[in-house]
């Protein structure tokens, strides 16, 4: 789908639970982002040079679909 995730911080978690009418036996414990890359063209030029590859961890090295490997 082409989607990317953005976590984010900062938030106000009581707020969050009431906007989405969140069940008293619910909690809120973190908030993200999805949608499709922008241009960078359309950026404001201070935020353009954050817009770089990571040197995270590949997602490969800790992700598991399934089962996990044999130890």
Do not use: W
Not at 5 to 11: A, K, P, T
């Amino acid at each position: 789908m082409n989607l990317v995730v953005h976590g984010m911080e900062g938030f106000d978690y009581e707020r969050a639970s009431t906007v989405v009418r969140l069940p008293p036996d619910h909690q809120v414990e973190c908030m993200v982002a999805v949608g499709h890359h922008g241009k960078i063209e359309d950026l404001p030029e201070a935020y353009r040079p954050r817009e770089a590859p990571s040197d995270r961890k590949p997602i490969s090295e800790f992700v598991v679909e399934g089962a996990f490997p044999a130890a």
